[in-house]
């Protein structure tokens, strides 16, 4: 049942907001969607210096980040209810608000208790920044201009995820781990600034709640925290070895299936699943998880591959994403032009074909490979990726009442966010799993049939010769040396495979390009829409 605990609704409608320079509002919305996306990763490289500060090992610090998590995305996905309930200009100022005060707490943590609360608070925060920003940039650009406005938020949002490990890993070298959290402080003082001047709630949205939906917020809060536990716990747990991620998943799926069930029947749900019914935001969707799959699934072995293999300081390792941001932030544009006179289906394919192939790149690399192997290959994602993340922000919200636009934001961010914590996850348990699997392969042709074998053992034994080990230290050392190889190639076999996997998942959205509406249909659906 529905509670009976309301709050005061009222049919009102609101008065006209003033007009305001649009490029302002952009600016001013983007500051709260790139720090809370930012945040999501800025805190990444810190971990190991915040495990030393806390007296924490590997498995408890990572609910640093996991707490920020479960907060930001049950956040997301109730920014509509919560833009109805207290309006968006409130709810984004109140956000904003919040998560600054959370990133100064975090900064002056001294016990792990207090950073965890502390990045709970940040979450709640950060949460609606992403959703509502797109929401409001949607609806104050016209038609012709949405490839551009979506262009310019894309800048935001992708760009801050790859910048989040670098401005870490920078800040945490020459300042320490708490200026992680303080320099959001500068930008969000300007950022609310400029929100109290810029932004203003249209008359329109739909204002007041008659009924808390108190069961569906328990499901979704149950939801999302069993699945974003599962998701960033499974690979220290052993995942479904562990009765933790057992229970975890089964939870996350019973509480999932009864909430799509009460909000599709409730009057007023707290999370709108009917407007799912729209073709293009249902499309859009799917394909987001997979985009946010692939962005943090790379945005993660990327590094870990640089880091782990080829010696790279972390700080260094983070620097490799580099050519990759800065092509997305020079691609983006470029595409939000395209979108006023290209086919967006065709420039969704485009892009599709060119992310894949830089995938396929990323399969065939070596433990030779350098810095001038690796550009090339990342340059050439920048360019794809923008083609699909700014044409689907644009298409998915294209044919979207401006009444239900922050609820469906909502749940293309929601997708989107989810594709990540899978991406990320995958990658880890890929990873994990292929280096087992290949070091297997590997050994078994380690007999003494294999003549490669043989010559190897001749050299290594000159080698370590020359190097002073005595001959009864020789057999242990070759042992060592093999068994590092071994290690080695298999781990290079597995990000391989990785590259592989996230290529085909991205090669797999191919049929849903061509289920997207054409232009004609959907300048054909907005015209309906303003005669309704």
């Not at 995942?239 to 229970?247: G, K, N, T």
Request: charged share 10%; proline share 5%; glycine share 8%.
């Amino acid at each position: 049942m529905t509670s009976s605990t309301s709050t005061t609704s009222t049919s009102t409608p609101n008065p006209a907001p003033p007009v305001v320079n649009k490029w302002l509002l952009t600016l001013a919305v983007m500051f709260g969607a790139f720090i809370a996306m930012m945040d999501i990763s800025v805190v990444n490289v810190s971990l190991p210096h915040m495990m030393g500060s806390f007296s924490e090992n590997v498995s408890s610090i990572t609910w640093v980040a996991t707490a920020y998590s479960i907060a930001e995305i049950i956040m997301v996905t109730m920014a509509g209810w919560w833009s109805a309930l207290i309006g968006r200009r409130r709810l984004y100022l109140f956000s904003f608000v919040v998560f600054t005060i959370g990133s100064v707490l975090c900064g002056t943590a001294t016990t792990f208790t207090q950073m965890v609360i502390y990045r709970v608070i940040q979450g709640i925060g950060g949460g609606a920044l992403i959703p509502v920003s797109q929401a409001i940039m949607r609806e104050n650009f016209n038609q012709r201009e949405q490839g551009m406005a979506m262009a310019m938020w894309g800048m935001g949002v992708v760009l801050a995820p790859a910048m989040g490990p670098i401005l870490g890993g920078w800040l945490t070298d020459h300042y320490g781990w708490p200026w992680v959290f303080y320099i959001n402080l500068p930008v969000s003082i300007v950022g609310i600034l400029m929100v109290m001047a810029y932004v203003h709630d249209p008359p329109y949205l739909r204002r007041g709640i008659k009924r808390v939906d108190w069961l569906g917020i328990i499901l979704l809060s149950v939801a999302l925290t069993s699945l974003q536990i599962v998701m960033e716990r499974g690979e220290h747990e052993s995942w479904f070895e562990s009765h933790l991620i057992q229970l975890g998943t089964a939870v996350c799926v019973l509480s999932v299936l009864v909430l799509i069930y009460w909000e599709l029947k409730t009057d007023e749900p707290v999370v709108n699943f009917r407007i799912l019914r729209n073709k293009s935001l249902s499309l859009g969707a799917a394909m987001g998880v997979v985009f946010g799959i692939a962005l943090f699934g790379s945005t993660f072995i990327i590094p870990q591959f640089t880091q782990n293999l080829l010696g790279y300081p972390a700080f260094d390792a983070a620097l490799v994403l580099a050519p990759r941001a800065m092509t997305l932030m020079l691609c983006m544009p470029l595409v939000g032009r395209l979108y006023r006179r290209a086919e967006p289906r065709m420039l969704v394919i485009i892009g599709i074909l060119v992310t894949c192939w830089a995938y396929y790149d990323l399969a065939h690399l070596s433990l030779s490979v350098g810095p001038r192997n690796m550009v090339p290959i990342l340059v050439v994602m920048g360019i794809g990726m923008p083609f699909v993340f700014v044409t689907m922000s644009a298409l998915s919200l294209s044919t979207i009442a401006r009444v239900d636009m922050t609820d469906a934001s909502s749940l293309y961010t929601l997708a989107r966010r989810v594709g990540g914590n899978v991406g990320y996850a995958l990658a880890a348990a890929l990873v994990s799993r292929g280096l087992q699997v290949h070091r297997v392969q590997l050994v078994s042709q380690i007999t003494p049939y294999n003549l490669n074998w043989a010559d190897f053992q001749q050299q290594a034994a000159a080698l370590l010769g020359h190097a002073g080990l005595n001959p009864a230290a020789l057999k242990q050392g070759g042992l060592a040396l093999i068994n590092l190889l071994v290690s080695r190639h298999a781990a290079m076999m597995a990000y391989n495979d990785v590259s592989w996997i996230m290529g085909g998942m991205f090669l797999a959205t191919l049929p849903l390009a061509f289920l997207l509406p054409s232009r004609q249909k959907i300048a054909q659906r907005q015209q309906e829409m303003n005669l309704q």
